[in-house]
C-alpha cells in the first residue's frame, strides 16, 4: 500500500493533466470556481451537457456562460455556500446542449488549500429530468386511477378487478352484494376487498372464466349464468394482457336491466341479420335489382323498429 501510494505521487503530484485525467473519467458533469466566481476546471461531462468546449468555459464566471436569469440563482447559491461553507444541495435547471431546459440537483462544496483556507467551490451536476418526467406520469396514473376507482364504486353493477396472482385489485359494493352477506361484511373491513383471493370469493365457472381470460390474453368472454337462483350475465375483458383482467356482472333478473338487455341483444341481432342478408345480396348476383329492393324494405323496417 505505501509503495502504490509513494509511486502514484511520485509520477503525478506535479502534473496538472493527471487531475484533468482523473475528473474526466467521471460520467457526472464536474465544475471548480474560485473566490471570484471564474471556473478554473470542469471535465468532459459537463463540457458534454452544457454543449460548450472547456476554451468556452475555463476563465469566465456564471455570468459570461449563462443567461443573467440562471446566472442569478447560481451565482446567489456561490455566494451562501462561501458565507456558510458546508455541503450545498438544491435543485434548478439549466439549458441542456441540446438546447432544451432540464432538471438538475446542484451538489456543491468549498474546497480549502493546505492552510484549511477556502479557495472555491467544486460541484456536479445531476440531470433528474427523466425522473421528474416519471414522477409527473406516476402523479398523472395516481390521479386516473383515484378518479376510476370513484367511478368504479358508483357503478351498480357488480365489478372485480383481478391480478395475475389472483388477488383483487379493486371492487365495488355491486359486487359484494351480489356474491351475497359473508362477502358484505368482509368488504365492509376491507374497502375493495383488496388484496383478497378471488378464488373464494367468485363461484368457480365466473373464477375460471376470469383465469381463463388471463391466460389467453383473450379481449372479452361473456356468459349468462344462473347462480343461487338468480341469472347473472359476466362480461370478462383484459385490462393489461395476461396482467390484469376484470369482470362486469349483471343480475339479469333486476326487471330494467333485462328489458335493457333484451333490447341490446335485439339490436345486435338485428344488425347481424341485415349484415348477413347484404353478403347475400352480393352473392346473388344475378338478381341483384330485387334482392337489393328486398334488402332496402327489410331495412327500414328495423329503422323504424328501432326508433319506436
Known sequence: MIYYKKSILIDNIDDPGFYQKLIDTLPTPIFYRDLNGIHQMCNKAHEKFTGRPREQIIGKSVYEIYAKEM???YSG???ELLTNPDEQVYETQMIHSDGTMHNVIFNKAVIRDNNDKIIGIVGSINDITELKKTEKRLERAQKSMEVSSHMLHKISA???IMDDKFKVVDSNEGFAKLMGEETVELYKTIPGLKGADVKVLVPEVIFKMLNSIMSSGEELLERDLKIQNNLLHVSVITLYKQ???GAVIRDMSAPMLVRDE????AQRINKQSIETVQKIAFLLGDNAAETEELLNSIIQ???YGDDE
Open 71 to 73: 446566472a442569478d440563482i
Open 243 to 245: 396482467r390484469v383482467v
Open 158 to 160: 357488480g365489478i372485480i
Open 77 to 79: 447559491h456561490d455566494k
Open 262 to 265: 333484451i333490447i341490446n341483444r
Open 301 to 303: 323496417s328495423y329503422q
